[in-house]
């Protein structure tokens, strides 16, 4: 069995995905400006051993945005969303910024073990801060259609399914709803995103928690960088799989190899 519908959670309408098939439960959080559509690969697999569910967090796909979006409040979303569903979490895996939601229901034991794949880090900036700064806040915020057409080249390494063919109408789209929520998002990319202040009192503390995590990581990713993952990993003594030809959209250049991974810590 399995459901689409919505929630009531603090003041926000969360949309949210389900599985009820009798399978341990995995719980998969969404990015920066995404929707829980992200694994729509993995959902097509009818032979994993687990069941999904995710949701999309207020200001992305067809949840509400009431709040002030912040890393924070969606870590608290994602908290009352496991409780008020009564929800048995066995894995929880977060992509790019959806890490920082991870590491947090992890570490509040909302969940029995977490896999971060290209998540967001606090050594992300260390290669060249200023050019790096810069070059994320226009793919995360572009001003213009040929910066937008910029970021979504380079979340992909492959041209899987013809993604790169399709590129100047999917940068047309992209850039109109980057338009529109420019103001919701503000706040959790200048503030939180791109501020080391936040990268070192808040996100690194999350890094530094006593359990143990898997890291995923896309060996050609512009932008979660290999290196800055080696760095968690060699510094935490967090086990990496690096996957080869894969750029920062890994659920969609290799969703198998993921699944692998994760139903080999089930």
């Known amino acids: 069995m399995q459901a689409n519908k919505k929630i009531q959670v603090k003041n926000e309408e969360i949309f949210y995905f389900l599985e009820e098939n ?7 959080l969404h990015g920066f400006n995404s929707s829980h559509n992200f694994i729509f690969q993995l959902r097509k697999n009818k032979n994993r051993k687990y069941d999904i569910i995710t949701f999309d967090f207020p200001g992305c796909g067809q949840s509400t945005s009431n709040g002030d979006i912040s890393v924070e409040y969606y870590q608290k979303i994602a908290r009352e969303f496991i409780k008020t569903l009564n929800l048995k979490i066995e894995i929880v895996v ?3 910024l959806g890490a920082t939601i ?3 229901v992890f570490k509040e034991k909302l969940a029995k073990k977490a896999v971060l794949v290209a998540p967001l880090n606090p050594y992300i900036f260390e290669h060249d801060l200023e050019n790096e700064l810069k070059k994320l806040g226009l793919w995360l915020l572009p001003k213009n259609l040929e910066q937008a057409k910029n970021s979504l080249a380079n979340l992909v390494y492959e041209n899987k399914f013809g993604y790169k063919n399709n590129l100047a109408e999917n940068a047309t789209k992209f850039f109109r709803a980057v338009e529109k929520k420019e103001g919701v998002f503000s706040n959790i990319v200048f503030n939180q995103i791109l501020n080391l202040n936040w990268h070192k009192n808040v996100l690194l503390p999350l890094y ?3 359990n143990n995590y898997l890291l995923i990581a896309g060996v050609k990713d512009n932008f979660v960088s290999l290196k800055s993952l080696e760095k968690v990993a060699i510094i935490f003594g967090q086990k990496i799989i690096k996957l080869e030809n894969t750029g920062h959209a890994i ?4 969703s198998e190899e993921v699944n692998a991974e994760i139903e080999k810590i089930l």
């Open 94 to 96: 977060g992509h790019s």
């Open 208 to 210: 530094k928690q006593k």
């Open 22 to 28: 009798n399978r341990p439960k995995v719980l998969f």
């Open 102 to 104: 991870a590491l947090d």
């Open 251 to 254: 659920f969609f250049e290799k």
